[in-house]
């Protein structure tokens, strides 16, 4: 069984909700943890895809399920819209609509939890709503890096071993120093090896998963900073972070995690998997 289900709309910005965002939340080492997935049905690269059918559910449904796996105390989803707050219902999430005209599942988020008057302490896990197979053990992960060490926002990655993966650019890929901070974040292929082709493997490249650990206060300053040029340019809000010298760190994944869904024809592998995968 899921979590309580409840709706809250912003019919009081300035007010706690009674059943929605303002839920017990689960707590780390006397810190609280909320994981909370913004959705919204008009995706720039393949509209309507969390609302997709995978095997009698959507998209959407799966990953919420994934999260609940984790055993976090609170699993919230944050609907941009009518469309997607309705389907998690149905489905027994806890959902609240936010407003949709913002320009990232970021902003949406701040503005929840300002709303919602979260504690600066607090700790954010921001899921994105389409990686239906991202292991739970990947979660408990993010959890505990966050926990020991505080400075920095935390996220995932894991290693390349497909070379049109690395040409892919609906794939993102990472560049990280020795200890750990991201260097830069693009779709191209980075690092460009200098001498020709080089088979993939080894470690070079690093594909980026969609998933985030940070304070609540490390949530508000990211969305309060200006937009910067290679953000717009590549289409990688991350990369907002890095401009304006704020620290991102990330770890190696716990467990293997499949793609994501950026483009039908990962919409398409996806269903071509048996429904064992996504149990």
Known sequence: MGPETGTVREDEPGQPSKNGGGAPASAVGGMTVRLVIPARTA???????????????????????RAVASGAGEVLIAAADDEILTAALAFGARAVLVAGDMA???????????????????????????????PAACLSQIVRLAA???????????????????????????VIGEDGRALYFSRAAIPHPAAGPVAPGGGLWRRHIGLYAYRVRQLLDFAALPEVAIERCEALEQLRLLAH???????????????????????????????????
């Open 245 to 279: 010298g704020r620290p991102l760190c990330l770890a190696a994944a716990a467990a293997p995690v499949p793609p994501g869904i950026d483009t039908a024809r990962d919409l398409a592998r996806l269903r071509a998997l048996p429904p064992e995968c996504f149990e």
């Open 43 to 65: 995706s720039s690269r393949l509209p309507g895809k969390l609302l997709a059918d995978v095997h009698g559910r959507p998209v959407l449904e799966w990953t919420w399920r």
């Open 104 to 134: 990232s599942g970021t902003e949406r988020l701040a503005a929840l939890a300002r709303r919602e008057r979260w504690p600066a302490g607090d700790l954010i896990v921001n899921l994105q709503g389409d990686e239906p197979l991202l």
């Open 148 to 174: 020991d060490r505080p400075e920095a926002v935390w996220s995932l990655y894991t290693p390349i071993t497909e070379d049109d993966e690395v040409h892919d650019p609906a794939v993102v890929k990472v």
